[in-house]
């Protein structure tokens, strides 16, 4: 069964500094894709970086980049030179190849000080 | 513009109630779901259509109707409201499913539910 593990509730970083977010999962599936959704108060869910599992590379999108271990089966988000809109939730996120079914995390709550 | 809008953005309701929400997508995907956010924030998949097809449908009370009139629209509709149904409702809708490359999901602004 699938299942991903954010073990952080809540991150504090200073502005303009990097922060990690934690994120593992667990499948027994070779095919396999990893999401990150931020939500800020406001509510709305918005998708930010993907990481397929065959991917060679660690997905980079602006600011936000993923660090991909498979072997560890982490798939950490990095966000750097942090802004005060980036406080927010973050949720990590798994669908295994051929399925539809999204699975995520329970999130981490970012605060971005000024 | 609007990819994925829902209507109402927030609804009361007593218990016992019967209502609906609705979930209309602009993007042309062909799969669209529903997704339940409890207090505590967390995420569940309830269901999920492709092309007006039912594919996935999770441990969902049967007082959870999904109703797919065209791949464009996924309306919920739910029976005889209980107070447990307090949450934040998102439809979502993705383009044509592939095993690999990113399937990203996007999503509507929610609706939140108040059961009194």
């Known amino acids: 069964a699938q299942k991903i593990t954010q073990t952080q509730p809540g991150m504090f970083v200073q502005e303009k500094e990097a922060v990690t977010l934690d994120c593992t999962y667990d499948?027994?599936?070779?095919?396999?894709?990893l999401f990150w959704y931020k939500q800020p108060s406001s509510g709305e869910m918005i998708f930010l970086i993907y990481?397929?599992?065959?991917?060679?590379q660690n997905a980079t999108e602006g600011r936000y980049s993923l660090n991909f271990q498979k072997a560890r089966k982490s798939a950490n988000l990095v966000i750097s030179a942090s802004q005060l809109g980036d406080s927010a939730m973050y949720f990590c996120?798994?669908?295994?190849?051929?399925?539809?079914?999204?699975?995520f995390g329970k999130g981490t709550k970012l605060t971005v000080n000024p | 513009d609007t990819a994925v809008s829902q209507t109402p953005k927030y609804l009361v309701t007593q218990m016992g109630n019967d209502k609906s929400i609705k979930c209309e997508q602009n993007l042309g995907h062909d799969t669209m779901y529903w997704y339940k956010q409890d207090s505590k924030k967390f995420l569940k998949i309830m269901f999920s259509y492709n092309n007006k097809e039912l594919i996935i449908n999770e441990t969902v009370p049967n007082r959870f109707s999904p109703k797919s009139p065209d791949k464009a629209h996924l309306n919920l509709h739910i029976n005889s409201l209980e107070l447990g149904d307090s949450a934040v409702y998102f439809c979502?809708?993705?383009?044509?499913?592939?095993?690999?490359?990113?399937?990203?999901?996007?999503f509507g602004p929610g609706t939140r539910l108040t059961v009194l």
């Open positions: 990481q397929g599992s065959y991917d060679e």
């Open positions: 499948t027994s599936d070779q095919s396999y894709g």
């Open positions: 996120a798994m669908k295994q190849g051929g399925s539809e079914k999204l699975v």
């Open positions: 979502a809708s993705s383009p044509r499913l592939r095993d690999r490359g990113s399937n990203e999901q996007f």
